[in-house]
């Protein structure tokens, strides 16, 4: 069983910048890579980004690119999703997963364990 906490949404700016966090605890933990997703009210929950366990290989949705970065600290066992450049329509409700080790190389969406979700909102 793995436990995954979000911590860090909050209300910012057209324009900047937040950091989300997940830690991440459990036995087993060191086998899954993780990932971040992200949902509005009456849509389907989304994609962002993964990041494998094993050597930090990322990925990232088309969405993404360019404006969100996830990186990981093992010794923390936390992951991060720096988003920058914040837009309204990034206004959502962000989740980070436990999945595949390798995500970030097979790019295999298949999450074992979902975190609660924190609330980003990106006033214009």
């Known amino acids: 069983q793995v436990q995954v906490v979000e911590s860090g949404g909050g209300l910012v700016q057209a324009g900047g910048s937040l950091r989300l966090s997940c830690a991440a605890s459990?036995?087993?933990?060191?086998?899954?890579?993780m990932g971040w997703f992200r949902q509005t009210p009456g849509k389907e929950r989304t994609f962002i980004a993964a990041?494998?366990?094993?050597?930090?290989?990322?990925y990232y949705a088309d969405s993404a690119k360019g404006r969100f970065t996830i990186s990981r600290d093992n010794a923390k066992n936390t992951v991060y999703l720096q988003m920058n450049n914040l837009k309204p329509e990034d206004t959502a409700v962000y989740y980070c997963?436990?999945?595949?080790?390798?995500?970030?190389?097979?790019?295999?969406?298949?999450?074992?364990?979902w975190g609660q979700g924190t609330q980003v909102t990106v006033s214009s």
């Open positions: 997963a436990a999945g595949p080790r390798d995500w970030g190389t097979t790019r295999l969406n298949l999450v074992n364990y």
């Open positions: 459990g036995r087993t933990f060191s086998t899954y890579g």
């Open positions: 990041i494998s366990w094993s050597d930090g290989t990322t």
